[in-house]
């Protein structure tokens, strides 16, 4: 159990049994009535967000939310097995909890996989990834890297807007949080 006033910026509260996640607090006196504090949380699980007011002094219960570096290592059926760097623990997690991430997770890669009394929350993967074009139409003369994109199959299966000018087998750096081409390596 924690104090309001304990709030910090990502601090995982445990209200009515979910598990919710401070993105921003703010300790509020009004002239006239009692000090209270004003936060947006976000959902751990489904990313809802939401405000929420407390009392000031009022007890929260706090949620311990385990982040380890783990390296991806297979797919096995819907659930996707990762080893932790620290102990060559492996753990299965769940296909919709990596959710779209698995677009761009190679075997070996190393993410960050949350963990709440032993269950898996959700995976962070490094902001950007080098992944390789398996497909792509070939361009024509005349592209040009400030014309148009064209869409490429990376070697995960997932399909990206590239530039015209890339071709097939090249390497690519992508943005895990949106999809969007950042350059070639």
Sequence with gaps: MASTNDLKNGLVLNLDKELWSVVEFQHVKPGKGPAFVRTTLKHVLSGKVVDKTFNAGTKVETATVDKRTMQYLYQDGDDYVFMDLDTYEQIHVPGAT????????????EATVALHEGVPLYIELPTSVFLEITYTEPGLQGDRSTGGTKPATVETGATVQVPLFITTGEKVKIDTRDGRYLGRS
């Design 98 to 109: 990596v959710g779209d991430n698995a677009n761009y997770l190679l075997p070996e890669a």
